[in-house]
């Protein structure tokens, strides 16, 4: 069955670079959330997305934005990169309405240098 | 605001002992409850969920949950742990609105169990 994917797995980028982030969620999922998981941390909530539209938003930083395009993809842009931004950022996808819950992406794991 | 608080930060385990790690939430209306577990360097994986019905909730690998609502628990068990089962457990809780509310985790317990 197909998964939620996401680009690239790996990223390294210096400070103050830009870094653009992708996710697919599972076919006919209209819901996308972002989260941003430190190292030994729990994950922490960034954005939602539900039919393109913003549907909620958490600790995201103002240097980040993100978008849900017609296709349902996502994107989690990330501006000015700082050392802290370290971190694992995974995506889930669900479908509203239903019981099916969310499903996790591998992540990306961003090393700012 | 909602929480969800898990008792033990770092559990250590013999294989074949039982396990049993606690969640209580902070949440007075209806929730849906999650246990993830991450393997090390992996993704999130979903061991099992409760929406309705049974409180007792039985998922992969053995696991199973029992929702308390008098308690406002979701606590793990499984009777006997492998090796394999090293790893980082997170519960989760959003509220029941159809669906697309954000994913609000505990601090999550790393087990770590020894041959």
């Known amino acids: 069955a197909a998964g939620v994917i996401q680009s690239p797995r790996h990223l390294i980028k210096e400070k103050r670079e830009t870094a653009t982030l992708k996710c697919y969620p599972i076919?006919?999922?209209?819901?996308v959330y972002w989260y941003q998981q430190g190292p030994g941390q729990d994950p922490q909530f960034l954005i939602s997305?539900?039919?393109?539209?913003?549907?909620d938003k958490g600790s995201i930083p103002d240097r980040f934005s993100a978008q849900q395009f017609s296709d349902y993809h996502s994107e989690l842009n990330m501006s000015s990169l700082e050392l802290g931004d370290s971190a694992l950022y995974f995506c889930?996808?669900?479908?509203?309405?239903?019981?099916?819950?969310?499903?996790f992406g591998s992540g990306t794991r961003l090393t700012v240098v | 605001a909602q929480s969800v608080s898990q008792h033990n930060h770092h559990v250590i385990l013999s294989e074949a002992a039982s396990l049993e790690l606690g969640c209580n939430y902070s949440?007075?209306?209806?929730?849906?409850l999650f246990w993830y577990v991450q393997y090390p360097g992996q993704h999130l994986q979903l061991l099992l969920k409760?929406?309705?019905?049974?409180?007792l909730v039985k998922g992969i690998k053995g696991f199973e949950a029992e929702f308390i609502k008098s308690k406002f628990s979701f606590n793990l068990r499984k009777p006997s742990v492998q090796w394999s089962d090293t790893a980082e457990y997170f519960c989760?809780?959003?509220?029941?609105?159809?669906?697309?509310?954000?994913?609000?985790f505990g601090a999550g317990t790393r087990l770590a169990v020894h041959p």
């Open positions: 889930a996808s669900s479908l509203v309405g239903t019981d099916y819950g969310y499903t």
């Open positions: 076919p006919r999922h209209d819901t």
């Open positions: 997305f539900y039919e393109k539209m913003q549907s």
């Open positions: 949440y007075g209306g209806t929730v849906n």
């Open positions: 409760y929406f309705s019905g049974d409180p």
């Open positions: 989760a809780v959003t509220p029941f609105s159809g669906g697309y509310n954000k994913l609000i």
